[in-house]
């Protein structure tokens, strides 16, 4: 059975109206931050590289965010310490970054630590914690926690 064309067009504007209130700005204001740990990969260096997701949810673009990290070993023990510039992480956007944890091997991580977000600063606008509106998942089978 074919639709009247009015309907058909109708029923498409309402969708494509839908899709584009999914993605406004409007939509991200109260969103939602997300680092993923996507997976490592050993270097030839010795050195373990880590990949990061940020899913910037947010209706702010970022032109600041520095991590500071606590990498653990398997039996929980502090093995370093690492800050990490993630910006920019643009608004309504998903960013790949890759750090490297010098000097371990991916497979004597056991959880990372996020301690501290030593800068979130939103284009334009004065710094914000970014600890309530932060989530954190990780992908490596390895914990990501704050």
């Known amino acids: 059975m074919r639709l009247p064309k009015p309907v058909v067009t109708r029923c498409m504007l ?4 839908a899709a584009s209130l999914a993605w406004s700005p409007a939509a991200a204001a109260g969103g939602r931050l997300t680092i993923e740990l996507n ?3 050993q270097a030839a260096e010795g050195g373990c590289r880590a990949f990061f ?3 910037n ?3 702010m673009t970022l032109t600041g965010f520095e991590m500071a990290l606590a990498i653990l070993d398997r039996n929980g023990v ?3 310490l690492l800050t990490i510039d993630a910006a920019p992480l643009p608004a309504g956007r998903t960013t790949l970054k890759l750090f490297e944890i010098p000097e371990t091997r991916c497979d004597a991580i056991g959880e990372i630590l996020l ?3 030593a800068s979130c600063q939103p284009q334009n606008a ?3 914690d970014c600890f309530p509106f932060l989530d954190l998942v ?3 089978g390895v914990a990501m926690v704050n």
Request: avoid cysteine; aromatic fraction near 8%; proline fraction near 4%.
């Open 14 to 17: 309402a969708v494509i109206g």
């Open 39 to 41: 997976k490592f990969e």
């Open 53 to 55: 997701l940020f899913r």
């Open 57 to 59: 949810g947010t209706d």
């Open 78 to 80: 502090i093995d370093r």
């Open 115 to 117: 301690h501290d977000i």
């Open 126 to 128: 004065d710094p914000v």
């Open 138 to 140: 990780s992908r490596a």
